[in-house]
């Protein structure tokens, strides 16, 4: 999964909380008094994209408080760790900035604390908030989101999103295509991450979400649905119609769409700019399976260290100026990604492209961030080659998720 979105390409123009999900103590109405921050020093880490956007919002932060915000600028790549290695020595930031993919690993690393948007709340994209909830508790302020979606060559099939795999298929073939689809499967590697949104059509997410929405370490591939899933992918794979292929890599992929090949593919906003010689529509993606397809989102935003000696005006800092509608259109238009603000992702989707990849993301569901996760990836994306180069769907998907539990029993 890619952890950043380049928007610029695309010619830009210019959701309630879980019940009972947190705890804190946030103030719920602007209009109460700030907390008094006189002489108090708030660190906060960010990485270059993001710096000045942090720095505004702690500028009238300071004034209102008396309180003193320390911007520290870090490598992204280097944030979680870091953050991990030091809150716990008393060296680390207040609030840092991160994707919601870390969270499991923050909080079994107790480096992490709970927050309360109180009214707030009800301004974000709910799969916002999901992804940063955690065993019911919310541990960040998002800001934004990032997904896949079904990408289609207006020319040759129009803008008119297929409901369903057949449909587009048909369309395709309609429309005198070489191939009606392509999509990447990292080669031979396998690409669960692109796939899931056909997968969970079917009805098989790779782990269980309990009622507040958090993932558990059940497994959720199993039994028919996942079978179903699997025999599919085989009857599309190179025993079956051949439309699914593990000739076809991320930079093959984008080839076929944009040499006009392929009139459909699934990408992230990241490939949009490999399409110079396509006009392009963005839909939300089809289903296969008969549910709705519900690829994996991605957030981020920004967290409260547990061991904050100010925690209080950390997160008065987080609610009632990082999360305000002017704090995250400045960091939207500091690193321009789909606003996890309700509003602001409502305005910018005055853009049909934007406006394509909000509408997959509002069906679709936060990657896992439990550390089982990291478990999953190897046997989830080799089973799926195997299965599109002509293994047998069922014997080689069953096998994998026996392989799964057993590595998450041991």
């Known amino acids: 999964m890619r952890t950043s979105i380049a928007f610029g390409a695309l010619a830009l123009t210019t959701t309630v909380v879980l019940a009972g999900c947190s705890s804190g103590g946030a103030p719920e109405s602007a209009e109460e008094p700030a907390v008094d921050g006189s002489g108090a020093e708030l660190v906060v880490w960010t990485d270059e994209e993001r710096e000045q956007a942090v720095a505004d919002a702690a500028a009238a932060f300071e004034e209102e408080t008396g309180a003193t915000v320390t911007i520290v600028q870090k490598n992204f790549e280097d944030l979680r760790n870091d953050f991990i290695a030091q809150v716990p020595t008393g060296e680390g930031p207040d609030i840092t900035v991160g994707a919601h993919d870390w969270l499991g690993a923050l909080v079994a690393a107790g480096v992490v604390d709970t927050i309360d948007l109180g009214d707030t709340a009800s301004e974000f994209e709910q799969v916002a908030l999901d992804a940063m909830t955690y065993d019911g508790q919310l541990y960040a302020l998002p800001y934004s989101l990032e997904t896949i979606a079904l990408v289609q060559n207006v020319e040759m099939v129009g803008e008119e999103a297929p409901a369903t ?3 587009m298929i048909a369309t395709a073939e309609e429309a005198g295509a070489e191939r009606p689809f392509v999509i990447n499967t990292a080669g031979e590697t396998g690409d669960g991450y692109t ?12 782990f269980v979400q309990d009622e507040s929405g958090s993932y558990t370490s059940e497994v959720g591939m199993g039994g028919e649905a ?8 085989g009857e599309n794979g190179a025993d079956g119609t051949g439309i699914i292929s593990t000739t076809v890599d991320y930079d093959i992929n984008n080839e076929l769409f944009n040499s006009g090949e392929a009139p459909y593919t699934i990408q992230g906003p990241w490939a949009i700019s490999s399409y110079p010689d396509v006009e392009v529509a963005v839909n939300p993606i089809p289903s296969a399976g008969g549910e709705t397809a519900a690829p994996f989102v991605g957030v981020q935003g920004f967290y409260l260290s547990s061991q904050s000696d100010n925690a209080l005006l950390a997160q008065e800092f987080l609610v009632n100026h990082l999360g305000t509608e002017e704090a995250q259109r400045a960091l939207y238009e500091a690193d321009p990604r789909i606003p996890a603000w309700s509003a602001l992702a409502e305005e910018v989707s005055s853009d049909p492209i934007i406006a394509g990849f909000l509408a997959s993301a509002q069906n679709g569901v936060p990657m896992p961030s439990i550390p089982e996760m990291g478990s999953v990836w190897d046997l989830w994306n080799a089973a799926q080659a195997q299965i599109i180069g002509g293994a047998d769907p069922v014997s080689t998907w069953n096998t994998m998720v026996e392989d799964l539990e057993t590595t998450l029993a041991g």
């Open 165 to 167: 795999w057949d449909e």
């Open 195 to 206: 796939m899931y949104g056909f997968q969970t059509s079917f009805g098989a997410p790779v």
């Open 226 to 233: 996942g079978e179903a899933f699997a025999t599919w992918l």
